[in-house]
């Protein structure tokens, strides 16, 4: 499937055409869905993550087992979505009840990230990220290397998107 099919939108009037608006909701997203096959069969992964803006690339991490690892050893293909809700808009006749929303459709590959400082800087992204009034060493142990070895940190590399939102008048 080429970039133009996976981010094809049926309601173009709901895209977010600027791509500084879809950095911004993968930046405040609180979790995300990474989706990855086995085979025919997809799997969902929520996670926390991290978008690396200067890098276009998101972080998360998982254990050194699992489904997750098996499936983007055996296929890198993922596809990563991201969304927040707004207001719900009730209607006069029920099938126009509806709801405000942005949402974010990431495409491109993910990797298991080796190199130990890419890895601790993934690491750190989250913690900057969910915490970000902490600090490490005054307000809690820096990640150490027995911490990296137990922890699978991956690397979505962003190779396509599609961001779309609706907003209701007041």
Not at 35 to 57: E, I, K, V
Not at 69 to 74: A, F, K, M, R, S
Not at 117 to 125: A, D, N, T
Request: with cysteine; hydrophobic share 35%.
């Amino acid at each position: 499937m080429t970039d133009a099919a996976c981010t094809r939108l049926r309601r173009a009037d709901r895209a977010m055409r600027d791509p500084d608006d879809i950095e911004a909701l993968l930046q405040r997203g609180r979790f995300g869905y990474a989706a990855t096959t086995s085979g025919d069969q997809p799997f969902l992964h929520p996670t926390t993550f991290w978008y690396d803006r200067s890098a276009r690339r998101i972080y998360f991490h998982g254990a050194r087992q699992g489904r997750t690892l098996e499936n983007v050893t055996q296929n890198p293909r993922v596809c990563f979505g991201v969304a927040e809700m707004g207001r719900l808009l009730p209607a006069e006749k029920a099938c126009n009840f509806s709801l405000e929303y942005a949402s974010v459709c990431v495409f491109g590959r993910v990797r298991l990230v080796e190199e130990e400082g890419e890895k601790r800087r993934g690491l750190q992204g989250l913690l900057d990220k969910y915490f970000p009034e902490l600090r490490p060493i005054k307000d809690y142990s820096p990640i150490t290397q027995a911490q990296l070895s137990k922890t699978t940190v991956y690397a979505i590399e962003v190779e396509a998107w599609s961001g779309k939102q609706r907003v209701a008048a007041a």
